[in-house]
């Protein structure tokens, strides 16, 4: 029982390097979710996904891309890595949308730091 | 958009004492979650809210909805060590996020 999956735990990047967070599920959810926790900030939601082939933008996207070309795996993309991506990075998935009474499975994070 | 803030920001208790943490809502709520997170490691979900009044209990944590209120309480009774972390609610914004306040600090001295 897996659930959701992480890599890499830990990461320092270089200022203007750039890198892949990988995350995947196996529990065929069709929500999956990418969050940044600074902190003293809670969560703050960056990309979401509803399903294979549809992503959208959460609340702090600029920096970050994502595609869902499979149903268990949403990676997230860091093109350019700025020193404000210094964070722990956590990705989640859900049944579904209206998450009744099964909320959010997350994986265990990423934390990353940018020099 | 919604916020949600939680009361207190940190807590430090005595192992075998009771504690409440708060999370108040900006905008009517329609369902309120509780996670569990420790240090280094994900969120683990604790339990859902979605009527007014309901009340859950998993052990020795009990979480209350006051919908007119627009605020959750998370009770543990009899607190232990293994209750340690960091607690975080979150509640429905929009069509398919959710909102998380900022957490609340748990510390239980043996």
């Known amino acids: 029982n897996a659930g959701v999956t992480q890599t890499p735990k830990f990461r320092i990047l270089k200022i203007g390097q750039s890198m892949t967070l990988q995350c995947t599920q196996d529990?065929?959810?069709?929500?999956m979710y990418w969050y940044r926790q600074d902190p003293g900030m809670g969560l703050k939601l960056i990309y979401y996904?509803?399903?294979?082939?549809?992503?959208d933008k959460g609340e702090v996207p600029n920096g970050y891309n994502v595609s869902r070309s499979t149903t268990e795996d949403f990676p997230l993309r860091l093109e350019l890595a700025a020193p404000s991506q210094t964070s722990v990075y956590f990705c989640?998935?859900?049944?579904?949308?209206?998450?009744?009474?099964?909320?959010?499975?997350f994986g265990s994070g990423t934390r990353l730091t940018v020099v | 958009s919604q916020e949600l803030e939680q009361s207190p920001q940190s807590l430090i208790v005595q192992e075998g004492k009771n504690l409440t943490i708060n999370c108040t809502s900006s905008?009517?709520?329609?369902?309120l979650y509780w996670y569990k997170q420790k240090y280094g490691e994900g969120l683990i979900f604790l339990m859902m809210?979605?009527?007014?009044?309901e009340e859950k209990s998993h052990e020795k944590i009990t979480a209350k909805l006051d919908e007119k209120k627009q605020q959750s309480s998370l009770h543990i009774t009899a607190s232990q060590p293994s209750h340690a972390g960091i607690y975080l609610c979150?509640?429905?914004?929009?069509?398919?996020?959710?909102?998380f306040g900022k957490g609340t600090k748990l510390s239980v001295i043996p």
């Open positions: 979150g509640a429905r914004s929009g069509s398919y996020q959710l909102t």
């Open positions: 989640a998935s859900s049944y579904s949308w209206h998450h009744r009474g099964y909320g959010y499975t």
């Open positions: 809210l979605q009527k007014g009044g």
């Open positions: 905008k009517t709520l329609y369902g």
């Open positions: 996904s509803v399903g294979a082939g549809i992503t």
């Open positions: 529990m065929n959810h069709n929500y």
